[in-house]
């Protein structure tokens, strides 16, 4: 079918600016794979089901808007854990600030430099998860990634990995466009933790495709700032087998526009997936957390939770599904999204959803949106605690079931700590 003539515009015209990147047989394939499918997608549009929310047009222009980097002297988040780390700036890695890309019970490798094979074992992987969450909803940002990604990491987990990979993201250029592209494959009975950080570009386009073997797990924690104008759109796409662990938690603070979706398949019986997310936004901010969960397997278990505190005119947007296909019995699925709005210029926009196609299941959702409770804060005025001080207290408290989520009590101290200084400075 030919694409509508505004889309097929937008689609052309992007298209038109990008130089694809070469490779050996393996990613070429997959490359033009993904070009294709972009082709016959078109770019969104805010006419799309799963965009009416949130305006496209910044992440598809030709020129990514100028966005101008945010430098403070603050310490570095993750800065006391040991780690692997992998830096890069505006999209390009830089060898001096990474480690040695090494660690027990994993293999690190660039995709710029493991491109030139012929042969890979990420062959079997790279844009192979994208295309499979392209349905029944398609994600059209994913795809052109997987065509045009010149960078990223391919980490193989054959066990117990010794320590955290951290991928940290540096901006600063003005008028940075940057792709990256990270495949992660968990072998059966391995364990890996993931850390991402930083605000990475003026406009950042990232796929994160992991596949998580039988009795693997798999953890994810991501902060998402500080830069007031960076715009990103991020996509995570996870397939679960038997028995394996999926958690993944995404921090989120300031920035005009982020869109992350999360799709996850649970293929293996007995598997768990949780998803979560704190956002705090203030002003000229959009956050968009769009999330896709595939039951098809027995006995699985899937959370969700999303919360988000909104002032000054910020916006916040959650969509998020449960699907659970037929014989898909014992699932289990939460959902829950929760806004906390700090004044009367403040919005959030959700589309909560189950589809069920199995008869032995027990699935929930809910989304709510308030103001500060008014009893607790009474209480709290009343024991002599100023009123910012209650508030941010309040605030916190709001936040916990998201970084619960974090299996680490280490990482939610950390991201606690974080959400603590957000708060602290804009009371200030």
Wanted: hydrophobic share 40%; net charge negative; aromatic share 6%.
């Amino acid at each position: 079918m030919a694409l509508s003539n505004p889309k097929q515009t937008v689609t052309d015209a992007r298209l038109a600016a990008l130089t694809l990147p070469g490779g050996g047989g393996w990613i070429s394939a997959a490359r033009k794979d993904a070009l294709a499918r972009v082709q016959t997608m078109g770019l969104p549009q805010r006419r799309d089901e799963y965009w009416k929310f949130t305006r496209p047009d910044t992440l598809t222009d030709v020129e990514a808007p100028r966005a101008e980097a945010f430098h403070a002297d603050e310490q570095e988040i993750f800065g006391d854990v040991d780690r692997v780390k992998i830096v890069f700036v505006d999209g390009v890695f830089d060898p001096q600030e990474s480690s040695d890309l090494a660690a027990e019970g994993v293999k690190i490798e660039r995709l710029a430099e493991a491109s030139s094979a012929d042969i890979h074992w990420a062959r079997d992987l790279y844009g192979v998860l994208e295309t499979r969450g392209q349905s029944p909803v398609e994600r059209p940002l994913a795809a052109l990634n997987s065509a045009a990604a010149t960078d990223g990491v391919l980490i193989h987990v054959t066990g117990k990995a010794s320590k955290p990979i951290n991928l940290i993201y540096r901006h600063e250029s003005d008028t940075s466009d940057v792709m990256l592209h990270h495949v992660i494959k968990l072998d059966a009975g391995a364990e890996l933790t993931l850390l991402e950080n930083g605000p990475a570009a003026a406009r950042f386009n990232d796929v994160l495709e992991v596949e998580v073997c039988d009795g693997a797990a798999f953890h994810h924690v991501r902060t998402q700032g500080r830069d007031h104008q960076r715009r990103a759109a991020t996509h995570i796409f996870a397939r679960l087998g038997t028995e394996s662990a999926f958690k993944s938690f995404t921090m989120t603070a300031n920035g005009a526009l982020t869109r992350n979706e999360c799709i996850i398949e649970l293929l293996g019986d007995d598997a768990s997936a949780h998803v979560a997310g704190a956002s705090m936004g203030d002003g000229d901010f959009h956050d968009d957390d769009t999330v896709f969960v595939t039951h098809d397997a027995l006995r699985c278990e899937s959370r969700q939770v999303y919360k988000k505190v909104l002032r000054n005119g910020a916006t916040g947007v959650f969509q998020g599904k449960i699907l659970v296909k037929a014989g898909a019995q014992k699932t289990d699925g939460y959902q829950i999204s929760q806004s906390l709005l700090l004044d009367e210029d403040s919005q959030f926009l959700a589309k909560p959803e189950l589809e069920i196609y199995a008869d032995d299941v027990i699935c929930s959702h809910g989304s709510t949106s308030g103001a500060i409770d008014e009893d607790a804060m009474y209480y709290l005025r009343a024991r002599g605690v100023p009123k910012g001080i209650a508030t941010d207290l309040l605030t916190l408290a709001f936040l916990a079931e998201a970084v619960d989520e974090i299996a680490d009590t280490d990482l939610q101290d950390e991201i606690k700590a974080l959400l603590e200084g957000w708060l602290e400075r804009r009371r200030g």
